[in-house]
């Protein structure tokens, strides 16, 4: 694809890292399952490939997509989120310093914590929303400056320009998990970052039916030749079948998070407006304290939202036994709507004073907005609310 730097995203969303199939002509890519290719007499590979596990058309397309959409130079997909994450952390050494945000992905955190404990890689968790917090926890052994915005699951924001360039005067190299917002509407590389990482099970993959991850990398430099290492020798790839799957979803992935977007900022309001509602964390209400820095770096604020229930978690519990429409799930990223009670799945292992000291009450839900009519959504939880 010719002058992709000057294509909107829209347009790179339907034709980054697709392309008519030279053998037949087909305008949809077809699924290469073969592992092994073809060698000439002499050793050599003309047609490029060499073993699934090195590269696969499939594999190669997506990432040449992924790459485009975070306008970046080069992508490794992996065959999970945390496959992309463990790949970040491994080209760390025994000694090094990680700075990441208190609120982070719990298996970011299990990562962190105990996979890479034992390396003697050592974490600071923070208020990363706070510029003077992460000053303070630099080091100079402080190698990655771990960002997360916005947070799971109160939508909090982290200034990702200033964080990154607090990062690079120490030294350190700044990553942005963007799964959450999906790079229709956040840009962390051109913010600063150095590596942007995604789970593609979710907004990326949009339909809770394939598994994947992702790093793209501003500059495809020795780092990111560290996260191909880990890549290859790890072995932890997607199968061509997961990256044509995630290839298919990613021409409506504008469309889709226009959608996500349109109808969080409905249910929102919907819920402020609530009785029963103590609190509504979603970014796009004029009212929370992140919305000025949300508009400021991203396109719109996402479909994520969390809200308490006021009665705790008895009265969380009878909302979640009472809707009809939307489903008790953790996922998210899906076309149709799924909730889910932090406190008692994705936040269950932290001790009650850890979960308070973050903000998760037992009353909190979260709430992955999905495709659905808004009013139905709406509807859906107002019948809900009177459960208790």
């Not at 303070?136 to 320009?161: F, M, Q």
């Not at 997961?242 to 504008?254: E, I, K």
């Not at 978690?313 to 998210?332: C, E, G, P, Q």
């Amino acid at each position: 694809m010719k002058n992709a730097s000057k294509l909107r995203f829209e347009t790179l969303a339907v034709h980054a890292g697709h392309g008519v199939d030279p053998a037949t002509g087909a305008v949809t890519p077809p699924i290469h399952l073969s592992t092994t290719f073809e060698r000439a007499a002499d050793g050599t590979y003309p047609h490029g490939w060499i073993y699934a596990r090195n590269h696969n058309p499939n594999r190669d397309g997506l990432e040449a997509a992924l790459a485009a959409l975070e306008g970046g130079a080069a992508c490794a997909a992996f065959a999970s989120g945390l496959a992309a994450v463990t790949a970040v952390i491994q080209g760390l050494a025994p000694g090094d310093h990680v700075v990441a945000p208190s609120d982070i992905y719990h298996g970011t955190a299990n990562v962190l914590k105990h996979l890479f404990a034992k390396w003697r890689v050592d974490a600071t968790f923070i208020d990363m929303t706070s510029a003077d917090a992460v000053a303070a926890a630099l080091r100079p052994e402080t190698k990655l400056v771990w960002i997360e915005t916005p947070s799971n699951p109160l939508l909090r924001c982290v200034d990702i320009e200033a964080t990154a360039a607090l990062a690079h005067r120490a030294g350190a190299r700044a990553v942005c998990d963007n799964t959450f917002a999906s790079p229709a509407l956040q840009s962390p590389l051109a913010l600063g970052c150095d590596l942007a990482v995604h789970a593609t099970t979710k907004y990326l993959g949009g339909r809770s039916d394939v598994m994947g991850g992702a790093v793209v990398a501003r500059a495809d430099d020795a780092a990111f030749a560290d996260i191909r290492t880990a890549q290859l020798y790890g072995g932890a790839v997607p199968s061509p079948f997961d990256c044509w799957l995630v290839m298919r979803s990613l021409p409506t992935l504008p469309a889709r998070m226009q959608a996500h977007c349109a109808n969080a900022r409905r249910v929102a309001a919907f819920l402020q407006s609530h009785a029963q509602v103590a609190a509504v964390h979603y970014p796009g209400l004029e009212t929370s304290p992140f919305h000025a820095l949300a508009r400021r770096q991203m396109r719109d604020f996402g479909g994520m939202l969390s809200f308490e229930v006021k009665g705790g978690k008895d009265a969380a519990y009878a909302v979640l036994r009472a809707l009809k429409l939307i489903d008790i799930s953790n996922n998210l990223g899906d076309t149709k709507s799924l909730i889910t009670h932090p406190g008692t799945t994705t936040h269950q292992r932290l001790s009650p004073e850890a979960r308070a000291e973050l903000g998760v009450t037992d009353g909190l839900l979260r709430i992955a907005v999905g495709l659905e009519d808004s009013d139905d959504l709406c509807e859906d939880l107002a019948q809900a609310l009177k459960a208790f």
